[in-house]
T-cell receptor
Framework: DTGVSQDPRHKITKRGQNVTFRCDPI?????LYWYRQTLGQGPEFLTY????????KSRLLSDRFSAERPKGSFSTLEIQRTEQGDSAMYLC????????????FGPGTRLTVT | QKEVEQNSGPLSVPEGAIASLNCTYS??????FFWYRQYSGKSPELIMF????GDKEDGRFTAQLNKASQYVSLLIRDSQPSDSATYLC??????????FGTGTRLTVIP
């Protein structure tokens, strides 16, 4: 069990550029979640997948954000036309389908928009 | 009203003491409750979860849940300097995503 992995770990981009992040969940987990965390705050939910289906999206997920999980394994989160307000830690978590859905987080991708 | 509220701290305790971290939640329909530890610059690490009233113990950690009072707590016995971190309380309302508090920063003084 290698845990949840995310790539890249850090990304610096200029305002207006597009960025894409990747998440590989724990292998037997069929649920995958994306959260965003800013300094001094707890993680905020963005979206979640069960297998390849995107089942829920937060109001935080503007039209510039899109997420995919095409084969029910890894997932990508793309941000188009980045803004300085997008600077945050983007966290991916995964869980088994079970009664309590304990979620395990990856190391995160820290995005800085200059 | 926030979904989950925590005292931001900082909470300072001497090494070897019991650290008590508290959390309240607003939705009575909340089903399961989680404590995560987050070191500075790192991602949250799951410590414990609880879903029924009462206490749940795991090593030096005890989670307590009181659904009538909508209150969750985490006790850390024999606190160590390595326990110094931010502790996040999270709630699952059955809608698959977690609602997090802003976290309580704990410092254990050697």
């Amino acid at each position: 069990d290698t845990g949840v992995s995310q790539d890249p770990r850090h990304k610096i981009t200029k305002r207006g550029q597009n960025v894409t992040f990747r998440c590989d969940p724990i292998s037997e987990h069929n649920r995958l979640y994306w959260y965003r965390q800013t300094l001094g705050q707890g993680p905020e939910f963005l979206t979640y997948f069960q297998n390849e289906a995107q089942l829920e999206k937060s109001r935080l997920l503007s039209d510039r954000f899109s997420a995919e999980r095409p084969k029910g394994s890894f997932s990508t989160l793309e941000i188009q036309r980045t803004e300085q307000g997008d600077s945050a830690m983007y966290l991916c978590a995964s869980s088994e389908q079970g009664a309590y859905y304990e979620q395990y987080f990856g190391p995160g991708t820290r995005l800085t928009v200059t | 009203q926030k979904e989950v509220e925590q005292n931001s701290g900082p909470l300072s305790v001497p090494e070897g003491a019991i650290a008590s971290l508290n959390c309240t939640y607003s939705d009575r329909g909340s089903q399961s409750f989680f404590w995560y530890r987050q070191y500075s610059g790192k991602s949250p690490e799951l410590i414990m979860f609880i879903y029924s009233n009462g206490d749940k113990e795991d090593g030096r950690f005890t989670a307590q849940l009181n659904k009538a009072s909508q209150y969750v707590s985490l006790l850390i016995r024999d606190s160590q300097p390595s326990d110094s971190a931010t502790y996040l309380c999270a709630v699952n309302k059955g809608a698959n995503n977690l609602f997090f508090g802003t976290g309580t920063r704990l410092t254990v003084i050697p």
